[in-house]
């Protein structure tokens, strides 16, 4: 038994979705909260920009949800960018009390799960999960400088400039945090940094699989199984690999990579990643549908590609990790008054 | 109130920490598990060198508790190394849960509170927080490529290669975890990055004031109030910061950068620093006497500086974090049958 309950289960207070003109410009475009037109957000470099998007999407969140940033207890989030400055940068300034966690993408359902404790458990009253991704400065560390003007591979995703954060807290309405899993580290031998869903299919697999056997649930009592961005590669590998072991999950799943962009009219080839990618859909898309009482109950399962620029550049193949979170947006009479 | 409580105790089940050499001829030799004479650990490069550290010293605290890895729920684990890459491609292959934080050299206290938070709140049954740094990975990441052999500033800090690994678990005899504080970012504007005494100062003096605060408690209270790795340059500001608020801690306080080297015959400077610095310290020195019943209270203040090579090039400052744990050798009642 791996999987991770919460009694008192948080409510999910208030949530936020900022994203940039490629991603208003895409499927979910609609859904964002606020559109950043510059992709520098007035800022003098990409990696300022980026900590200026997570600052302004939490201020955002904490907003809608009649906060102030100070009525925080904790902050819990982080990024792509190396020793997470995206975040400590974005959170300087705050004096919130801010834990720094690293998942690669997988880092919203890793921010929730901690944050879920931290309220679930009673040690603070206010917690935010946030997290973010910016399309330049993950290339320019992870890939090539922009200028190079670099191919991308067919089976390349793209980095959306977007941001989610949630704000997690008690006494309040659905929908609420009922529970998660811890992701293992799977590394099947993948050592192709252009096609990041292959090596995270089986981490998204494992957790899933986990989370579902742990739980004694089936694929059809969930509205929708959100994975992070396995992409148009990486999601038919999922589907294969959780068929091997007699679950089926495509009446029921979301890849927010594959389904972000529009593969028709946007040059993304395999799709979007990043931090931001599924947090932004999650906070902007389903965390108000849920609110809203159109979907009730959903898996949000974030992935992660545990790569560095020099480890790749040492030869090694790149760890997959997947963190899963449960959503539902009904009150079991513990929800509602925990 | 922002401070933590265990109200369960977890019990610091085993621990273990493992040095390189230079650690071995300093002031806490022989406290040490093992001295690692071999820096690249038979590795073909530092960062394999320091992932094989990592989780060596995992096994090792786990073996002493006649655990096996397998057993553990989660481990919680964080580096200095480029997306963290020394702890996930150390506990790659174990089959054990992850959650990765990020907090510098304050991650031995950040990975201590959550997973605390993970076997107190009842989420799991027992959480490994480890952590590490190598002085070659940090240097040819942080600072100059080895073989540059750039002269270091009186003021900088020689990053120790050690990692420290603690257990957590419930049902277990002394040291406890009693409680805690998640540390806020402090950035006073220090931009040099050859003293990062001076910038994780202010933040030690925040989380420890806080503390104290919360708790109703003075600093004579514990036998130590140990700091992470302030160093010789950081620790008198931090004296000067606490008595600017009233508090001495003078007399309880150990730095572990000011003192695991010997200024007389290691040329370390302002003394050390890096995850394993404190991480290692605290569980080859402190935990064992709490166990011992040798001490019987102490506040474990690890401090990070949330730079990054980028950052500085960029010209922004240098923020720090301190993340605190209260460790106590005495079981409350509460915590030897939680």
Known sequence: MNSIRFRNQPTLHSFAAIGGQKEGEGNFGRFFDRIEPDPALGEKNWERAESRLQAE????????????IEELDCIVAGDLINQCTGSTFAARGTDVPFLGVY????????????????????????????????FSTAERQFRFPLSYGGQRTPTAQWTCTASGAAILGRHA?????????????????????TNMGAAMAPAAADT????????????????????????????????ELLSGQGIDI???????????????TQDTHA????????????????LPKLAAGEMRRVLFCATGALLSAMSSQQGESIPGICHLVEITGEANGKGGNA
């Open 250 to 264: 495509a009446d029921v799943h979301f890849d927010c990579g594959a389904k972000i962009f529009d593969p028709d």
């Open 271 to 286: 799709g979007g990643s990043g931090c931001g990618c599924s947090a932004s859909l999650l906070c902007g898309y389903f």
């Open 103 to 134: 998942g690669a993408c997988s880092t919203m359902a890793e921010s929730l799960l901690a944050a879920g404790m931290l309220v679930d458990g009673g040690y603070v009253r206010r917690a935010a999960a946030v997290t973010s991704s910016h």
């Open 57 to 68: 999407t939490l201020r955002l969140a904490a907003a809608k949800g009649l906060l102030k």
């Open 173 to 193: 309405a659905a929908p609420y945090l009922v529970g998660g899993c811890i992701g293992r580290i799977c590394d099947l031998g993948v050592t192709d940094t």
């Open 208 to 239: 899933i699989s986990r989370y579902l056997h742990d739980t004694g649930t089936a694929p059809g009592q969930y509205d929708a199984i959100i994975t992070g961005d396995l992409g148009q590669i990486g999601s038919p590998l999922l589907m």
